[in-house]
Every structure is written in structure tokens, then in C-alpha cells.
């Protein structure tokens, strides 16, 4: 399961009206690499693969593929603005650690 604030569903809303596709899904997942041992990815995706899992909150279909959802189930996607600018912000309960940078994370072996 992936959560998403409120915060969230308003910018990804935002980037689907400037992408003139409301129907876009989100694609949430993860890569091996970055500073802390993996990193996570966000795009958005019309094509839904086999065995990717598809969830509903707050009305934005998210798309996750097998993979990434052991790491990343029960993450809450957030959004926030600051003096450096805005982004989406992960809040993972399976990482053991961050990076400062908050996109790379660290899981137990």
C-alpha cells in the first residue's frame, strides 16, 4: 500500500493538468544506487505491466511495480515547498536510513 498527503495529490494533479493528461498514473519504484544504496523513481505511466500492483488514494491511481513494492509498501509520499525550492518528500518505513538528500535510502540486507 502507498499513501499519499494531501499536499501530494494537489502537485501530482497539478503536473497531470500541465501534462494535459488527468488520467495519468503515477508510477512510484525503486533502482539500485544512489548515495545510501537505493533511490526512488516517480514518473508517470499510461502502460500498466504484468505484475505491477495498482492502488487508489485520494482519487490518483499509483502503479508500483513487484520489485519496488517490497521496499516501498506502506511509504507516504509527500509534498512541500522550501527555500530550496519543492519536491516530493518519502516517508519509508522499511529504510533504515536516509540520505540528506532524501531520495536514496538504505533497507536491511
Same mark, same amino acid.
Given at each position: 500500500?502507498?499513501?499519499?498527503?494531501?499536499? @501530494?495529490?494537489?502537485? &501530482?494533479?497539478?503536473?497531470?493538468?500541465?501534462?494535459?493528461?488527468?488520467?495519468?498514473?503515477?508510477?512510484?519504484?525503486?533502482?539500485?544506487?544512489?548515495?545510501?544504496?537505493? /533511490?526512488?523513481? #516517480?514518473?508517470?505511466?499510461?502502460?500498466?505491466?504484468?505484475?505491477?500492483?495498482? /492502488?487508489?488514494s485520494?482519487? &490518483?491511481?499509483? #502503479?508500483?511495480?513487484?520489485?519496488s513494492? %517490497? /521496499?516501498?509498501?506502506?511509504?507516504?509520499?509527500? /509534498?512541500?515547498?522550501?527555500?530550496?525550492?519543492?519536491?516530493?518528500?518519502?516517508?519509508?518505513?522499511? @529504510?533504515?536510513?536516509?540520505?540528506?538528500?532524501? %531520495?536514496?535510502?538504505?533497507?536491511?540486507?
Open positions: 500500500m502507498v499513501n499519499l498527503s494531501k499536499a @501530494a495529490v494537489s502537485e &501530482i494533479r497539478r503536473l497531470q493538468v500541465k501534462r494535459d493528461n488527468q488520467a495519468a498514473r503515477l508510477r512510484l519504484g525503486v533502482q539500485a544506487g544512489g548515495c545510501a544504496q537505493l /533511490y526512488y523513481t #516517480i514518473d508517470f505511466d499510461d502502460e500498466i505491466n504484468p505484475g505491477d500492483h495498482i /492502488y487508489e485520494e482519487g &490518483i491511481s499509483v #502503479i508500483v511495480d513487484t520489485s513494492l %517490497n /521496499y516501498i509498501n506502506g511509504l507516504m509520499l509527500d /509534498y512541500a515547498e522550501d527555500l530550496m525550492g519543492g519536491g516530493f518528500r518519502f516517508h519509508n518505513p522499511n @529504510a533504515l536510513e536516509s540520505c540528506g538528500c532524501g %531520495n536514496s535510502f538504505r533497507v536491511e540486507a
